[in-house]
Nanobody, 125 residues
């Protein structure tokens, strides 16, 4: 059974930083897509960032967030800098278990097969 577990959320002031961590167990994801989505109250789940052999980002976080992975640990990380109140949301880690293409950028919720329970990030004074 595959499990995906996030950690690292919390309360931070605007302009601050947080680092989210995600570890998967039960199978190896190698260079298959792993990523982060977020969902604010009353809004749809939004793509934040993902990584295969390279990282890619949603427009709202480009230049502020950095995604990385450690294949030996089956883990993915999200370094979030210059946080804004509009970054407040529950952040979900996701992993793709199906066949993947190295030339395709997976950004849709239905393109990922395994999900964590989410970790709350609140950006507020």
């Amino acid at each position: 059974q595959v499990q995906v577990v996030e950690s690292g959320g919390g309360l931070v002031q605007p302009g601050g930083s947080l680092r989210l961590s995600c570890t998967a167990s039960g199978r190896t994801f190698s260079t298959n897509a792993m990523g982060w989505f977020r969902q604010a109250p009353g809004k749809e789940r939004e793509f934040v960032a993902a990584i295969t052999w390279t990282g890619y980002y949603g427009d709202s976080v480009k230049g502020r967030f950095t995604i990385s992975r450690d294949n030996a640990k089956n883990a993915v990380y999200l370094q979030m800098n210059s946080l804004k109140p509009e970054d407040t949301a529950v952040y979900y880690c996701a992993a793709r278990g199906r066949y993947y293409s190295s030339s395709y950028y997976y950004k849709n919720v239905d393109e990922f097969d395994y999900w964590g329970q989410g970790t709350q990030v609140t950006v507020s004074i």
